[in-house]
């Protein structure tokens, strides 16, 4: 699968060198220098807002909008995946955060969600189901 995807990157390098586009590095070089500028960028905000009296949730929404705008991934980068982003980026580089270790828990707290059922669905659904419990939507998967 690996030896695929390489192939491909390479066709495609060659395929734009052809047209007269500038040769890119083939390989996961492109898509490791966006991560890191934008682990680096998320890490940033996210301290940044914090250590001037923001709160979690408020320095988080940009930190993680700004890591999903950068990335240079085809897939969306999950919430856990930018804490983890954010988190390696000041622990490799704690000078540039300081202060900022202190706030690394918030990223992991655990958010529970209280699901409300209204009562008409609740006896509409059969025995030990809840009514709708499975569909997720959007929000509810990446609501952080």
């Not at 890191?36 to 923001?54: D, H």
């Not at 700004?66 to 988190?87: C, G, W, Y």
Request: one cysteine or more.
């Amino acid at each position: 699968m690996a030896s695929l995807r390489r192939r491909t990157l390479a066709l495609m390098a060659v395929t734009g060198a052809a047209l007269g586009l500038p040769l890119l590095p083939v390989g996961n070089a492109i898509a490791q220098t966006s991560t890191s500028a934008a682990e680096a960028k998320g890490a940033q905000t996210y301290c940044f807002l914090r250590t001037n009296g923001n709160d979690h949730v408020t320095s988080w929404n940009a930190a993680y909008a700004l890591i999903k705008r950068q990335s240079a991934s085809l897939f969306k980068t999950s919430p856990e995946h930018a804490s983890v982003m954010i988190t390696e980026a000041v622990v490799q580089n704690p000078g540039s955060y300081p202060d900022c270790g202190r706030f690394l828990g918030d990223l992991f707290r655990t958010r529970t969600r209280t699901v409300v059922v209204p009562q008409a669905a609740a006896e509409a659904a059969p025995s030990g189901t809840a009514a709708g419990s499975g569909s997720m939507t959007r929000s509810e998967r990446y609501g952080n």
